[in-house]
């Protein structure tokens, strides 16, 4: 099963653009798997994925850190329950092989990435600007 990607709209955006930047990143991350009918390397698709979500979060934290933000140890709690949860549907999926991308699976990397973007940095966005 493919699924339909996420299409970035401007109303993604947190007005800092670095973080944008990698926003968009790990959205095309999410929709390689998204859109993959199982002959790509999943392996890599997901080893990818894990890695730039990582290293967006550890660039977010720093961020955070080098303005000395009231936030950094809430945002950071954050990004450990998202990336454990990013961890288990990427288990499953390479469980899986890549061959059962099922609706659950689809609605579940879609709410992770909108929510991660929407829900956390979108809010503390303008915070971390106010640090800066």
Known sequence: MTAAPIV???TYSVGIRELDEAHRRLIDLVNVLLTSDGSGNLGMSVQD???QTLAHFA??????NSRY???TS???AE??????????ICQRLLKEDGRRLDEAMAAFLRHWMVSHIMAHDKRDSRIMAKAS
């Open 8 to 10: 970035w709209t401007e």
């Open 49 to 51: 994925l894990l890695m």
């Open 59 to 64: 660039f977010e934290e720093a961020y955070l």
């Open 69 to 71: 933000s009231p936030i």
């Open 74 to 76: 809430r945002h950071q």
């Open 79 to 88: 990004h450990i329950r998202l990336f454990a949860e990013l961890q288990v």
